[in-house]
């Protein structure tokens, strides 16, 4: 199969395992926000902004070293090193976890409960180094089906187990169980997966290798994370754990959405960015051709949160949920302004630039944070969504400077608005159909309806032919 069809082929399957992720964790984060409250939601969610950030720390961006070596300097002995380089490490940081980040939290939210949740939380740091290597082989073998299949199968039966946890009355321990599960459900399944066992060998060199790139990934990610969930930090500092659960509800069901869409599809292109790093003229056609594509699947959940956010949070969530309304719509705006970018950073990776994204990390996180602290301090929750919303366009403004001055991918704005035309028409025509019909009391489910028939029916009439071809490259041979 060519690289082009398995690009196409890992997009189809990496929205295949986005699809019944995001569907079966929709309605477990539903269930549980019923049966439980947004204070505990925004407890876990203190906690998560500490055991996510060591999780970045933990993976030492050697996943993404493995699948970016060329299939020359790559040796057994690189797997092998990483798989147990990792194992320690994680170790390391689970013991510092257990005894030290939970009272450091719980007395910088004053929360006590947090002394119990962290560890807990940080068992997906302990294993969750174990799957590293073997998602990475796959990957390098762009086998995206089987990575999905492992994804939906682990995150499906955590949720099954989540909620029957929530309905005995675990509380909170069932959100904290959703988190966690997966990553040690997955294990043997990648051991399978790969037939890959490790040996005991490791080699100074092949360490070198792989964190030589790797530190630098690390770097990014650790910035990226930081200046993503800076607002959950703050929020639960300045405000409370109750205001952090009505915004996290509401980022859940934007912001969150949307980093799930350009993971899996940064995951099927990262590939096919490496081994084609030099060709400068097919990199910008495959990038403008995942942004249109990312632009396409999100923008009309974003149309629909923002037109119908109000009605949908208090029929399905409950007027418990009210104070999430005006962040949902300001923070669906804000993922449409994101989804211009898409595929940025699997791009400069790929280009073999993790140096240049983490400069571009430090740039716009001084100019974000100030905002979001100007917003949380005189606003409260809302003021965080429009510092987010703020930040998001002066992202695209950066990018496209990247594009003019630091790389040799040339995308001008002209470029850019061409890829994203049709889903941009089609959200507006969305939009007005679903405003026109929630204004005269149709019922918010019908005119969702007719919002995405009128998104999908615009975006045909802009891309039949493409569409066409796409539904051939999918097929396997």
Not at 344 to 365: D, F, H, I, Y
Request: proline residues 4%; charged residues 10%; glycine residues 8%.
């Amino acid at each position: 199969m060519s690289d082009k069809k398995l690009v196409a082929f890992g997009i189809f399957w990496n929205g295949v395992q986005l699809a019944v992720n995001q569907s079966f964790s929709f309605v477990v984060k539903l269930v549980l926000a019923k049966l439980l409250f947004p204070e505990q939601f925004g407890l876990v969610g203190m906690a998560t902004v500490v055991t996510g950030f060591v999780q970045v720390i933990n993976e030492l961006g050697v996943g993404a070293a493995l699948v970016q070596r060329s299939e020359k300097t790559l040796r057994p002995i690189h797997y092998h090193t990483t798989f147990w380089t990792g194992l320690a490490f994680s170790t390391v940081l689970f013991l510092i976890m257990c005894l030290g980040a939970g009272p450091v939290a719980a007395g910088f939210y004053k929360e006590p409960q947090l002394v119990r949740i962290i560890p807990v939380l940080s068992l997906g740091i302990l294993f969750g180094s174990v799957n590293l290597v073997n998602r990475a082989q796959l990957a390098r073998q762009m086998n995206f089906k089987r990575i999905a299949l492992i994804d939906s199968v682990s995150r499906l039966s955590s949720g099954c187990l989540a909620l029957l946890l929530a309905f005995m009355g675990a509380g909170i321990w069932s959100l904290v169980f959703n988190s966690v599960a997966p990553v040690m459900i997955a294990i043997p399944l990648y051991f399978k997966a790969t037939g890959w066992k490790p040996r005991l060998a490791w080699n100074k060199q092949a360490c070198k290798d792989v964190l030589g790139f790797g530190l630098f990934t690390t770097g990014s990610n650790m910035l990226s994370y930081l200046y993503n969930n800076i607002d959950y930090l703050l929020i639960g500092k300045l405000l409370s754990s109750s205001a952090l659960g009505v915004y996290t509800l509401a980022f859940v069901l934007t912001d969150t959405f949307r980093s799930r869409i350009m993971t899996v599809v940064d995951r099927a292109v990262y590939p096919f960015y490496g081994k084609n790093q030099h060709d400068f003229a097919t990199l910008k056609k495959y990038y403008l051709t995942i942004v249109q594509f990312n632009c396409i699947v999100v923008f009309p959940v974003m149309i629909f949160l923002c037109a119908l956010g109000e009605p949908f949070l208090l029929n399905f969530f409950g007027s418990k949920w009210a104070g999430a309304i005006a962040p949902l719509q300001v923070l669906s705006i804000a993922v449409m302004f994101n989804m211009t970018v898409s595929g940025n950073t699997a791009l400069m990776r790929g280009l073999g630039r993790p140096g240049l994204e983490m400069k571009l990390q430090v740039l716009k996180a001084a100019i974000y944070i100030p905002v979001l602290i100007l917003g949380i301090i005189n606003f409260g929750v809302i003021g965080a969504a429009w510092a987010i919303l703020i930040n998001r366009f002066f992202t695209l403004l950066i990018a496209q400077y990247v594009f003019k001055n630091l790389i040799k991918v040339k995308v001008s704005y002209s470029d850019l608005f061409i890829a994203i035309r049709p889903p941009l028409v089609a959200s507006i025509v969305a939009f007005a159909v679903a405003y026109g019909m929630n204004r005269i009391g149709i019922h918010f489910l019908f005119a969702g309806v007719f919002l995405f028939l009128g998104y999908f029916l615009t975006i045909w009439c802009f891309l039949h032919a493409e569409l066409k071809l796409l539904i051939k490259k999918i097929k396997p041979a």
